[in-house]
């Protein structure tokens, strides 16, 4: 079954700071894996995603992932953090057997302070 | 462009009151749909998914249902609401047949008292 694990519930940094929000996903065949951010009470944003192309993917606002097969992470990087990017950011992976279904980590609340 | 609508935005419901939720997709045909819930500090569970009018996958057994009466409109139903049924309820779209990426709606914060 495919699985992600966001390993900090909460990351604080200071604006012009560089961003990390860990994750590592389980699966059992090439998965495909996006990040997803929320503003309070808002829907949720494609940030980017991962479908076996380059390993390095980049996204909106300046956000990067890098996809390390042999560690199964899909760490999430953002050199200069900015008071906007504070949000709720989700890790996902596809689920191909439920419909193409995504699983969801539990979130990252990312707090940037002046 | 594709647009996804929910309505309505936030809604106030009394135990064992009906519930009726709406989510429509402009601009694409034959989408997947996918109804999930976010409960504060538990993530999305997804609750059902659609891949064709009249077919309606359920993934979590519980008091709410699902219909799918045309291609772009999902509603998301409930008889008798329950105090556990109160979250932030989010619909979804995918373009079936290409990479797995959903569009999620803008969610209906649903209380109920």
């Known amino acids: 079954a495919q699985s992600v694990t966001q390993l900090d519930s909460h990351v604080s940094v200071s604006e012009g700071t560089p961003v990390l929000l860990r994750c590592n996903y389980s699966?059992?065949?090439?998965?495909?894996l996006f990040w997803y951010v929320q503003h309070p009470n808002k829907g949720l944003q494609l940030l980017l995603k991962?479908?076996?192309?380059?390993?390095l993917v980049k996204g909106i606002n300046g956000f990067e992932a890098e996809f390390k097969k042999s560690e199964t992470s899909f760490h999430l990087t953002k050199p200069s953090a900015h008071m906007s990017d504070a949000a709720e950011y989700f890790c996902?992976?596809?689920?191909?057997?439920?419909?193409?279904?995504?699983?969801f980590g539990k979130g990252t609340t990312l707090s940037v302070s002046s | 462009s594709q647009t996804i609508h929910q309505w309505p935005a936030t809604l106030v419901q009394p135990v064992g009151s009906p519930l009726s939720l709406e989510c429509t997709v402009e601009?694409?045909?034959?989408?997947?749909l996918y109804w999930y819930r976010q409960a504060a500090g538990r993530g999305l569970q997804l609750l059902f998914y659609?891949?064709?009018?009249?077919?309606i996958s359920s993934e979590v057994p519980q008091n709410l249902s699902a219909s799918r009466p045309q291609d772009r409109q999902f509603i998301l139903s409930s008889k008798k609401l329950l105090l556990s049924d109160s979250g932030f309820y989010l619909c979804?779209?995918?373009?079936?047949?290409?990479?797995?990426?959903?569009?999620f709606g803008p969610g209906t914060r649903l209380t109920v008292t």
């Open positions: 699966s059992s065949y090439s998965p495909s």
């Open positions: 996902v992976v596809s689920d191909r057997q439920a419909g193409t279904a995504l699983i």
């Open positions: 659609s891949v064709g009018i009249g077919q």
């Open positions: 991962y479908t076996s192309a380059a390993t």
């Open positions: 979804a779209w995918r373009l079936a047949g290409s990479s797995y990426e959903q569009y």
């Open positions: 601009g694409t045909s034959n989408p997947n």
